[in-house]
């Protein structure tokens, strides 16, 4: 019932900027925390950001200063600004989704941003 869809991935230069957006259909978008992870080749899946359904903001320690997360209730989306690219942010990213009344979990089916030269 819930799906999420990712766009806006591509490839940037180091310090190029990008906008993700996820967007959330099948359900209310208000009722859940939004957030962003990543997966590079070879390594395990790490949060990058989170905003709860009351704004509140979560950055990983790697992407703090360089990127942000935000939500449009409206548009039933979640952004991921990202500036200043470096290479080690190539990665695979996802879109989760946590509804606290139901506790389930959605994931969407991710998109790739490559940083390179």
């Known amino acids: 019932q819930v799906h999420l869809v990712e766009s806006g991935g591509g490839l940037v230069q180091p310090g190029g900027s990008l906008r993700l957006s996820c967007l959330l259909s099948?359900?209310?978008?208000?009722?859940?925390?939004m957030a962003w992870y990543r997966q590079a080749p070879g390594k395990q899946r790490e949060l990058v950001a989170e905003i709860t359904r009351a704004g509140v903001l979560t950055l990983g320690h790697s992407v703090h200063g360089r990127f942000t997360i935000s939500r449009d209730n409206a548009k039933n989306t979640v952004y991921l600004r990202m500036n200043s690219l470096k290479p080690e942010d190539t990665a695979v990213y996802y879109c989760?989704?946590?509804?606290?009344?139901?506790?389930?979990?959605?994931w969407g089916q991710g998109t790739q941003v490559t940083v390179s030269s």
């Open positions: 099948g359900s209310i978008f208000s009722v859940y925390d």
């Open positions: 989760n989704a946590v509804g606290l009344v139901t506790g389930h979990n959605y």
